[in-house]
């Protein structure tokens, strides 16, 4: 079980370049979830899939961010026009349900807009 | 939405000693308060958890005490080791399913 998979480890953009990360959960869990971690903000919610389907998005930033979960094995965070104020770890979790189960998370993203 | 106080940004014990990290949320619905922990330059992993209908665990070395009435929830390290430096965060449930985080408690070992 090689855990859950996020690519690419490290991005570089220009500011209001698009960025698109990738998540691939772990076989059979069944939730998917989003988190962005930086320093000063910690770690905050963007958005969850379960069984493939969205189901909270609130905290995705509206204009500019968007999440799909295609197929079982992969999610997609996109992010368009990137901003400074974007560069953060961008965290993908899976868990086999939904309800208070514990979150395996990925490496991360470490995206950097220049 | 809920929040999640984490009331110690930095803790420091002697190795051996015993580390207290201690959390308060806000969501009386809340249910669900696990803990993870960070290692320099690696992702989170999950500790230890507690659910509502109980007020202790213990795993091993780690003891969680949750106080409904106070709102507030406790990570225990007994006879702390050299390996268990990291940042560590405590979370909530916030409805049913979305986790919310504190901001973590660096907690450093010292020999």
């Known amino acids: 079980n090689a855990g859950v998979i996020q690519t690419p480890r490290h991005k570089v953009t220009g500011k209001g370049q698009e960025a698109t990360l990738w998540c691939e959960p772990i076989?059979?869990?069944?939730?998917v979830f989003w988190y962005r971690q930086t320093i000063v903000q910690g770690l905050e919610f963007l958005t969850y899939?379960?069984?493939?389907?969205?189901?909270?998005d609130s905290g995705m930033p509206k204009e500019r961010f968007s999440a799909q979960m295609p197929n079982q094995s992969h999610s997609t965070l996109k992010i368009q026009s990137t901003q400074p104020q974007d560069s953060a770890v961008y965290l993908c979790?899976?868990?086999?349900?939904?309800?208070?189960?514990?979150?395996?998370f990925g490496h991360g993203t470490k995206l950097s807009v220049l | 939405g809920e929040k999640v106080e984490q009331h110690e940004s930095t803790l420091s014990v002697r190795e051996g000693d015993s580390a207290v990290i201690n959390c308060t949320y806000t969501?009386?619905?809340?249910?669900?308060f696990p803990w993870y922990k960070q290692e320099a330059g690696k992702s989170l992993h999950f500790v230890i958890d507690?659910?509502?209908?109980?007020d202790r665990k213990q795993s091993q070395r780690l003891i969680v005490l949750l106080d409904k009435k106070a709102k507030r929830f406790s990570l225990h390290i007994t006879a702390t080791q050299p390996e268990d430096s990291a940042i560590y965060f405590c979370?909530?449930?916030?409805?049913?399913?979305?986790?919310?985080f504190g901001k973590g408690t660096q907690l450093i070992i010292q020999p």
């Open positions: 979790a899976s868990s086999l349900e939904v309800s208070n189960e514990r979150l395996f």
């Open positions: 076989s059979g869990h069944s939730a």
């Open positions: 899939f379960r069984n493939q389907a969205p189901i909270d």
């Open positions: 969501d009386t619905a809340s249910s669900y």
């Open positions: 507690i659910r509502s209908n109980v």
């Open positions: 979370a909530a449930t916030e409805g049913a399913d979305r986790l919310t």
